[in-house]
């Protein structure tokens, strides 16, 4: 029950403009008053009542099927930015709103106005997401779990409350505990892609800096190959199946490259979030993944039938021409330095926002104390990156590693279980049951083991597929991270590898 309706802070002031607010007063308005963040007072049913409310908004819902069909929307042009309400439609002057008379302006806003407001940042279109999935972020492999999470998105978010990150829909679903497990997953997986990072531009600037023996431009780096793979110089071999050698453990190994490559669905959320029609979200995710689809395939056929069992990871180490290498490396080292400052930067802020201020209230980053604090986690921040980098200097292995316990978690774990708890919350809602807007209330007839379990009956059939998918993910990540460790253990034994030395792990 959303009893006090959660909107207000410990000390009953509106976070809004410090000032005490009269709930009755704002629900009488008309006017539901802004909630905290993450509030366990507001329920589900009033957020899917919101976000019922927002999908019918005339600038956001699909054509009707009369009008076009579900293909036929992507001759939509996909590159347009949104348009912008002006700000005599927001009712904003240029000089901005008075501070001090804020709070009485707000009570003043329309509906209408407040939700052309909250729309007004929302201008990305699908071909904007198109353009950020192909980034590296998504494959063949991840559409059930970026589905998932797209019909979880519009049943969730609304003008009222706004999605902002994989986090929120955790929490409106399964309540804080699931929220801290998103975030601690969030951060362990940045830090360790910090130090993945911190390997590759150690592997190239070692290249660039020593060189490497130049036989023909198109053979192999058979010294990188010799000490990465083990593989020593001889007839290329290719194979249609796993190659001799290459036990089960291998092969779930190379599974956890492609779910790397193809792990971005942590930032679906954020990219939904932006889009002015969250709706319109599968039409970027299905281009792209039709796109990087085939750039994959068609590379790594290339690498395979030219090097065979000499081509190593990353694939442009792997090439012995030391002009084309050094080049590639030099590229490669600035874009990656970049990479790795952006991913530090957010890995800091989620751990320290999500994790260390909810769960061991540390001082917010507004007051002096969390500025200090912040200033010295940057370096304590790369120092653990190093370490781990230092630790497991094999990149295929390191790879595989953060897949299994992280990457392979959002995209294939989470989505099912998250997705059937909001079943069980939705289809469990009866006639005469749900969120009251005219008082605020949440109407629930029953509620505990049963009402779930009539949730679940409702879609059996989508539920039993959730529960198998969610099942098959979690064996998948265990059989991940059994694999990479034994993986470690036969890379330390049969090749170049050493931990916390200087040695480069591909010998050159």
Known sequence: MAGN????AADGADPRFGEKVDVAREWESGRPPITKLYDPDVT????YYYARLSRK???????APSKASTFSTLKHKPFNRGRISSPDTLNVSEKGIDSSKAAQQWHNVSEEEHVQASRALRTATWGSVFFLITTDILGPYSTAGGFLLWRMFLELDSDRYPLRSYGDVAFRVAG???RHTSYIFQSIQLLFIVGLVIILNGQGLSQITQGTAVVFHSDPNYDAALANNAAERGPKITTAGPPEGVGFEGQVV???QAVFSYGGAMLFIEFMAEMRRPYDFWKGMVCAQAFIFCCYIVFGFLVYSRQGQFAINPSYQGVSPYGVQTAVNSLALVSTLIAALLYSNIGIKVLYTNVFMDLFGFPSLAQKSGKLIWIVSVPVYWAVAWVICAGIPSVSNL???IAAVCILQFSYTFPPFLMLCHCAKRDAIQDGEGFDPSTGQTIRRDSGLSRWMRGLRKNAALNVFNIFFLLGSLATAIL???SAAIGLKAAYSETAVSGFSCTNPIGA
């Open 5 to 8: 309706m959660g909107i207000v």
């Open 57 to 63: 908004h005339p600038g956001e819902a699909p054509d």
């Open 399 to 401: 790879q595989g590693i």
């Open 176 to 178: 804080s505990v699931a």
């Open 44 to 47: 589900f049913e009033e957020y």
């Open 480 to 482: 991940g991270i059994y």
């Open 254 to 256: 190379g599974l956890m």
